[in-house]
């Protein structure tokens, strides 16, 4: 029993309760904390995105390619070459706006560089019927284009190994981008980013991606006052039925 005295109130509490109080109590105030933290991480990660965006294109070229993901990530870049439209990527189960779709990937192969990204060149709802094939325009020729570095993105849905499903003879449906599957699928010079264009250059209805890399700090801010209250509440509750006047 925990008994101690401030002014003409007493407070009495079992060893259990208080315990239990502790824990939870605690709980709630790290999880505040690390809502808190959360959110301050995005908004470190969407500065820099900013700031990058506002810097002058890179090219991409036989020095530029070799730069980390870390310092490249998220820049404007320019880059010659030729479109691979015999190995063209969908890749399934991506949701936007609440909307089922999924991601057309091509792969570009840099001017006078063995170097191949893939190019993310937009969404495109879901079809009346998965087997209906996407119509995806062959883009021929050398091009210069120009995107933004991003990397692969990591969501998707697969159950067990993934599985690489090919629709006619330049198309291959996947559930889930798996690096070294691309990569023995493409090319094995085949870079970890991908570059996503940012204007519909060449497909006029697949809509592409401008948001920022990680939205919603605000919810963080959100979760973290909730479970501040809920610790507030907590303490009162625990002092409440603790005390008792002399």
């Not at 105030?29 to 700031?51: C, H, P, S, T, Y």
């Not at 937009?122 to 996407?134: A, C, E, Q, V």
């Not at 970890?192 to 060449?202: D, G, M, N, R, T």
Request: aromatic residues 12%; proline residues 5%; neutral net charge.
């Amino acid at each position: 029993m925990l008994k101690f005295s401030i002014y003409n109130i007493s407070f009495n509490y079992k060893l259990l309760p208080t315990l239990v109080f502790i824990i939870f109590f605690t709980l709630f105030i790290k999880l505040g904390f690390w809502q808190m933290d959360r959110a301050d991480q995005k908004k470190v990660i969407n500065m820099a995105f900013v700031e990058r965006q506002n810097q002058p294109p890179i090219q991409l070229n036989k020095e530029t390619i070799q730069m980390p993901i870390k310092d490249i990530i998220w820049h404007h870049v320019t880059l010659s070459g030729e479109f691979l439209n015999d190995k063209n990527i969908i890749l399934d189960n991506q949701i936007r706006e609440e909307k089922a779709g999924f991601l057309i990937y091509t792969p570009f192969r840099i001017l006078d560089l063995n170097s191949v990204i893939l190019i993310n060149r937009g969404w495109h709802p879901l079809t009346n019927s998965r087997t209906d094939i996407p119509d995806i325009t062959p883009i021929k020729d050398i091009q210069t284009i120009e995107g933004e570095v991003s990397q692969m993105p990591s969501s998707g849905i697969s159950l067990g190994n993934v599985v690489t499903e090919k629709l006619d003879e330049s198309s291959f449906r996947i559930q889930k981008m798996d690096y070294d599957i691309l990569k023995s699928l493409i090319s094995k010079d085949l870079m970890s980013y991908e570059v996503k264009l940012k204007k519909p250059i060449f497909d006029k209805t697949y809509i592409l991606d401008s948001g920022i890399p990680v939205p919603d700090s605000d919810k963080n801010f959100g979760y973290a006052f909730q479970w501040f209250a809920m610790a507030f509440t907590l303490l009162i509750i625990f002092i409440r039925l603790g005390a008792q006047k002399k």
